[in-house]
Nanobody, 119 residues
């Protein structure tokens, strides 16, 4: 199983980035996907989620209206579009997969990608 994030980088206040997370080794289209982030010396926090079909999305209040989660099940990839970035969005962003397999709840994590926003 692999989740590989990409697209992070350094951006100025108000800028945009598009993160991607490529999945392999599990039935991607049956798993809900989420993005989390962790800033220095802070706990990991949930950012956004999308159901396995992409029909339902949800966002943390802190990013609602600025971030958009989407997925392409044909490409086994989930995306996070980050707009109107603020310095407080600086964190390592992780993608997460959660689904049921053989009666067990399984969850997988990527290694993270750094997003840094300068003021």
């Amino acid at each position: 199983v692999q989740l590989v994030e990409a697209g992070g980088g350094l951006v100025q206040f108000g800028g945009s980035l598009r993160l991607s997370c490529a999945a392999s080794g599990f039935p991607f289209s049956t798993y809900d996907m989420r993005w989390y982030r962790q800033a220095p010396e802070k706990e990991r926090e949930w950012v956004a989620g999308i159901t396995n079909t992409g029909s339902i999305t949800d966002y943390a209040d802190s990013v609602k209206g600025r971030f958009t989660i989407s997925r392409d099940n044909a490409k086994n990839t989930v995306y996070l579009q980050l707009n109107s970035l603020k310095p407080e969005d600086t964190a390592v962003y992780f993608c997460n997969a959660e689904g049921a397999a053989m009666g067990f709840l399984r969850t997988y994590w990527g290694q993270g990608t750094q997003v840094s926003v300068s003021s």
